[in-house]
């Protein structure tokens, strides 16, 4: 079986996600849902994340959860943001799902799939594409994941029977507020049409509560096999675009999975953050607004540092009262 195949490095590195914390035992997932109040630790922490969105002129969404040691925060949690390129994380999910039920390998061989010029009159709903280089699907992986191919994207899209089979595989495990309406070429091609900052559109898009919710399901067993999750997670530490924007806000050598998203007025990041004792942190970051990318990075960096931050802190049993009253 191909996923049996990982480099020893690659278990290396997917070791450090599967190691329990050492302050804190792994709960079912049922057993971690968050408690109907917030604690103080998290409304101090969503009070300085709220006082960083503010100063945006767009709509930004921001979902963070503790994995192991409980508590969240959500601002605009439930609002549809545009995925752009982290839907990407699904996509990839859904293959190696199609890989553990034994319809599909990583060392099966596929195109890339490369868009063809549209003069306006032949533009139909989905952007026509055409068969580009072959290469195996752990391949088109890497460059989706790492590198945010929308080719390589596209080819395993097509791989696992279009675009509704990555709807299916989300709403099999349970995830709901998020979807995929458009191939990447199709996402690219009509990039700028809606302005993100004014209008939601629910089209290809995600709630940020939804994405933590995917996040949490990968890396907690939920949405795949441990062999699949170690290939995820291990693919997405070495995401090599948006180095100023969560990485950015985290100290050096922090271990980091992570996807990001770019379209015309919009930047997001999404991922998972190794805490220092051990907790896994899930961060969904969507911003929408017209003061740039540079802009919107340096202000999803600061979200960042306030979520590390805060939530390296352990929960104190003040608060754990508080939250359970």
Known sequence: MALRRISMNKWIAAALWCAAPVLFVAAPAQARQSVSLQSQRDLAIEQQVSAIVAQ????????????????????????????ASTAKVAVAATYLAGVEQGRLRLDQSFPMMVP???????????????????????????????????????????????????????????????????????????????????????????????????????DRGGALSPESRAVLLDTMTRTSTGKNRIRSGLPEGVVFAHKTGTLAGVTDDVGIVRLPDGRHLAMAIFVTG????????????????????????????????????
Not at 307 to 313: H, K, M, T
């Open 116 to 218: 063809v010029s549209e003069s306006q009159d032949d533009r139909g709903p989905v952007a026509a594409v055409r068969a580009g280089e072959v290469m195996t699907a752990q391949s088109l992986m890497e460059l989706s994941i790492t590198r945010s191919d929308n080719h390589a994207t596209d080819g395993l899209i097509a791989a696992v029977g279009g675009i509704g089979s990555v709807n299916i595989w989300l709403s099999r495990i349970g995830i709901s507020g998020q979807h995929l309406d458009h191939t990447m070429a199709t996402l690219v091609r009509d990039d700028g049409r809606i302005n993100p900052a004014t209008t939601i559109d629910t089209r290809t898009s995600s709630t940020p509560r939804a994405m933590a919710s995917l996040l949490a399901a990968i």
């Open 56 to 83: 945006s002129r767009g709509r930004i969404g921001v979902a963070a959860v503790d994995l192991d040691g409980g508590g969240q925060i959500m601002i605009n949690g439930d609002m549809p943001f545009p995925m």
């Open 290 to 325: 017209p003061e740039g990318h540079t802009a919107h990075a340096a202000m999803i960096a600061q979200i960042a540092r306030v979520l590390y931050d805060g939530y390296s802190q352990p929960l104190p049993l003040s608060g754990i009262e508080t939250a359970r009253r």
